[in-house]
Nanobody, 121 residues
Framework: QVQLVESGGGLVQPGGSLRLSCAAS????????MSWYRQAPGKQREFVAH???????NYADFVKGRFTISGDSAKNTVFLQMNSLKPEDTAVYYC???????????????WGQGTQVTVSS
């Protein structure tokens, strides 16, 4: 019914930048909020950034000042601009959306398949 597809990952040198995108498609009535999470090898998935339908954002402390989340509601797309990347930012980045498929449904959570970000010289 609903798909989230991330793109924009890749290999970047320390101090570099990447911009991730996550496009939601399918049966979508409304999007309550979208978030980015990441999971490094051998570690649990962790919260990175969140944006509400009203544009309110919040970030994990370890990305404040370096990452920026934004959205294009007309395209059901959320972005994560990542600057000043560090080797410890290496992880699979996942998009998460709180989405309602019709006016009477509950808000369900959907996940994308992830995109790999590798920060290395």
């Amino acid at each position: 019914q609903v798909q989230l597809v991330e793109s924009g990952g890749g290999l970047v040198q320390p101090g570099g930048s990447l911009r991730l995108s996550c496009a939601a498609s399918g049966r979508i009535f409304s999007i309550n909020a979208m978030s980015w999470y990441r999971q490094a090898p051998g570690k649990q998935r962790e919260f990175v950034a969140h944006i509400s339908s009203g544009g309110i954002t919040n970030y994990a402390d370890f990305v404040k000042g370096r990452f920026t989340i934004s959205g294009d509601s007309a395209k059901n797309t959320v972005f994560l601009q990542m600057n000043s990347l560090k080797p410890e930012d290496t992880a699979v980045y996942y998009c998460n959306g709180g989405i309602r498929v019709d006016y009477s449904s509950a808000i369900n959570t959907y996940w994308g398949q992830g995109t790999q970000v590798t920060v290395s010289s």
